[in-house]
């Protein structure tokens, strides 16, 4: 434990180096990620002829500028990066070293946060000199747990994708299962469009799966759509709850996906 | 003489890639499975949209189907017939295996756009094509001869457009190597191109239709079906086609010229 | 003259990435970049039918030249001619003249069997028929490729790949050979078979082949003519064995047991003494001598050799890097 926590600043470091180095991957990762601009633009047209269900202009606006910086911020790929290094055998080489796998993951991924913040402030720029920005929250409890909420969405979100990586040492098509999965996750989180304007059978569902806790919560907190604190705390403990259950499933995961592969030869 | 001997070697690419597919025949069973799937996930915000009102920006429910029923149609020949090559040719490139390509006397852009195929992605087209049959259907009228010949010459100056566009984003591989997520790049940005054109106001209009000219590529061919495509805008969309078409070949060969470090 | 080179040279700008954080960011803007000579003029003419080898240690530009020569790199300076034509051009015509194998990568689709690899190269080089079919029968029976050829490429072991991945770039009966490393990993008995099928192909189709080996028991079996570069530059071309006797004019002298110990200082250096067997390096102004010094203390299984071309070729980098300037390496592929 005390080597893995001595190792991590240098993995981060190691992280950050690698993330600037292959930064031209992570500008077309980025502009991958068009999908919130693509419904922005066709929301402002809909609520520009007509409120849609009470959502005005510049509701949608703050929706899904602030879910646009909420998914750079939180996402990564580490699912992708797990499955191909299991399809090409280099996880053998990380499960011959002294710390726990996990750490490696956690430095690369946490490292290129700072880059990708970077990437995101000329958004987050745009929103603040826009109209949206009076309907984002200003007291210092609001803005302590959008803070909190943002660290909890990039736990649950490495557990998530930490646990379909795993599931490479299952299945063959384990790329197959995480496009499925985000095709869940694009209506459950309200990343396609919000969850508030969604048929109430659906949110019933959204509401015990983990993605809503991912972006919809941290989102709904920073556009005041939870105005009282204590409500908006109880979403922040839920979506932690979640990111502990997670990275605890994820290690059980990869703990019996290991077992499996050394049986069966890496 | 030319055109048989790339008519033979595009047969001899087609098959091979149809053998190897042959031998995955269990993908084609989960792929009809995945492509009901986002069929159906396609369909949820213009559900959503449509539930609410009856026409956005002029396009009633089943107009807009039919955009959304020509983006599932070149979107299952984007990923069935231009993506796969793209992942054979970056991992070439990677490899070093791309120098045999360049040593064969056939055209490499040729070879290269050829390289792969996923058949099994018909199954896409065909669920594009039933929902193109159903858009029709909730419209109460069919389109006419003449509309219909309109909206393939359409839809094939829009594929021209996704290969061009593709074509140049392989070229950047050759500056840039580790281009994993490319794949990933083109149908991303391809995203907006299930929404007619004219859906989007001011700076999002500018950028979709000239920046990224996705309304070539599903809004055109849908309004010739529909018949409201205007001559001007017809021809501006073959203009348009064979521009891009130009330009990709020039960046092909800037690239080629690179990678075989010819400037140095 | 099949292949005429005149100095040649390639250069390449390759940028430079310093270790550490704040260098990192520093990159992100400015890069720095050294320029490598991994060929600096070098010029060599080779016939019709001749076969030679390149050697040099790693990095020293063998690659780069072969690029070169194939087509597949412009090159900074100088004129290269193989087969009448300027290979960077890539006309056609000349590629359907020469081949290049890679012994590192290769050309086989993975998923298919070789037989759709030649299906392909068929077509590519437009190979008729018949033609295609009388010259796989000819690779199939010199390489021994009855029931491989049928089955997916990931399932063959790699001598089968290295097999099938030579008759794929012969199917078109190319007249010059580019081999680069073509028995790397290979088991002894495969490099055996792979080289005589090289030397037999050549002979009968008087096919001219450029090759470069690690392992100099290729060369030595297959090259009547080295050309040796090192750092970018030319050191020596001509004859193998002429090289050898002036490199190191020495004999090796094997024996089993005969003389005495104190004797056998007197014999010449030496290089080997395990089980009873002793080896010693001998000038050979003094072969005479000490084989007869053997002989009369019955020496048992005596045996003369020329010394092994490993230590020729370090002796020949270590006299060249002490008179010439520090060596430029390649760039990574």
Redesign the interface.
Known sequence: MMRTLRAMPTLIRVGMVEAIA?R??MV??L?????PL??L??W???A???P??AWGTRDFVAYYLVALIVRNLTSN?VAWQISEEIRTGAVSGRLLRPVHPFTGYLGTHLGAVPLRAVAVAPVLVILLWSSARGVLVTDVAHLALVAAAIVGAWLLTFGVFLCLGSLGFFLD?AM?II??YF?VF??MSGY??PLA??PAWVRDIAAVLPFRSMLGDPVAIAIGRVPDAGDAARLVALQWGWAIALLALASWLWRTGVRRYEAFGG | MRLG?YA??F???A??SL??AM?YRADFL?QGL?SL??LG?NL??LL??YD??SS??GWSFGAALVVMAHFVIVRGILEGAINPSLGAVVEQIR???F??T?????DAQF?VSTARFAPWRALDVLGGVGLLIYAFVRLGHGPSPAQVGAGLVLLAAGLAVMYGLWIMIVATAFW?V?????I??L???F??AR?PAS???GV?RVV?TFVIPLALMTTFPARALLGTVTWQAGIGCLVGAILISIAARLVWRLALRSY???S? | MTIEVAGLSK???VHRRPPGLAAAVRSLWHRRYDTVKAVDDISFTIARGERVGFLGPNGAGKTTTM?VL?????P?AGTVRVEGHQP?R?E??F??R???V?G????L?W??PPS?TY???R????VDPAQAAQTLGELTELLGLAGLTDKPTRQLSLGERMKCELAAALLHRPTTLFLDEPTIGLDVAMQVTIRDFIRDYNQRHDATVLLTSHYMDDVVALCPRVIVIDGGRLIHDGDLRALVKTMIPDKLVSFTGGVPADEVARLGEVVKAEGGRTTVRVPEARLREVVSHVLDRAGADLAVEDPPLEDVMRKLFKDKRASAPAPAGEPP?
């Open positions: 292959y031209a991957e077309v990762w502009l991958t990620t068009t999908m693509v419904m633009g066709l402002t047209s809909v520009d002829e007509a849609f269900r790929w098509k197959g496009e499925v095709g694009a209506i396609l469009i304007l969604l | 001997y033979r070697l047969a001899v690419q098959r091979a053998t190897t031998q989960v995945t799937y986002w996930w949820v915000p959503v949209l609410d009102r956005v920006a490899s070093g295996a120098d045999y360049l040593l064969r006397p056939a070879l840039v580790r281009m994993d997520n490319l990933y790049l149908s991303s940005v995203d907006a929404w859906v989007f106001r999002w979709f075989t470090s010819a140095s | 250069h390449f700008r690029k194939s087509g597949l790199l412009h900074t960077f890539r056609p015509d590629l359907r020469i081949t290049l890679m590192q990568k290769q050309q689709l998923d298919l759709e299906a392909l190269n077509a590519v080089f437009g592929p």
